[in-house]
């Protein structure tokens, strides 16, 4: 009979490309992870991998385990989420993983929201944008908050998409800027001679910035690129530059800016939870998942520049059960 643990070590290692990787990824030695692979070779009693002195690459027996692996293991945790959705208390530990301004945002609601489910632990941690989804169809996360500035957020069989909020670009002036005053119209093309600071090239808020400029003869030049929203709202404050960033970032509490609204068609990303559809009736995934869905509604009504969803940006899925 196969291993579902060695199960788990294949998917892991079509994933990742290197044994390596995959037992870096686990945390176990490179050599415990080709030591079990070998084992499943032998239950399996074919080759599963192709091994040199210097890789090793899945077979074709090898990627149809693969295969089949995946759905067992996504039955097994319907299984498991089937069994414990009778159990009334939430219990055990959910791991969630966001973009940064999201975990800044949301941790405090998050925490408040869950203390009182006292068997139910959670770890939330940081990730780059775009990584989320991969890292809930690989079960290395229950759930993460995602960013969509380009609506790509697909549906699947495997995953469901729960909508937040809408996050758009707001304009961040410190309070001595003449825009600072809200009777002075918002004017992008007198403010593109302005220092601006704005996140890397590459960076999905940096793309949404050269978005907004594109209207007024295109993307200011930058003086000033820093890693991380909060170190420029930061540099804004102190009247070093001008910025325009998801509004979410204002969670953070920054004194010593203005904040204005950006004229014309906003620019906005829309923020999603999303979780494996075999996990969401897990007790501790669902207390977890409905924490969440209540953090975004505080913050739409704190922050003011959000909204929440219309029902035309609803992507056909319910919130949770």
Known sequence: MLDLRRLVLICEFARRGSIAAAASSLGYSASAVSQQLAALEREAGTALLDRTSRSAELTDAGWRL?????????????????????????SGRVVVTAFPTAAVAFAPALARSLRRHRELSLRLRQSRSGRGMREVESG?????????????VRRGTSVRAFP???????????????????????????????????????????????RLMMGVGGAPPVAWEFEGLGTILSLVARGIGIAAVPALALAAGVRGVVVRDLPGEPVARHVYAVARESSVQRPSVAATLRAIHVAARFLVAD??????F???DEIGQSWVP
């Open 66 to 90: 693969v295969d089949h692996a995946q759905r067992i293991l996504a039955m097994v945790e319907t299984a498991e989420s089937d069994l414990s959705a009778h159990a009334a208390t939430p």
């Open 140 to 152: 290395e996360v229950d759930i993460a908050l995602i960013d969509d500035w380009w609506g790509r």
């Open 164 to 210: 937040l909020l809408v996050d758009p670009l707001v304009l961040v002036v410190p309070r001595r800027h003449a825009m600072a005053d809200p009777s002075v119209p918002v004017d992008l093309l007198a403010l593109r001679e302005e220092p601006w600071m704005a996140t890397p090239d590459g960076e999905p808020s940096r793309t949404a910035v050269d």
């Open 303 to 308: 922050l003011g520049h959000l909204r929440g």
């Open 310 to 312: 219309r029902d035309e």
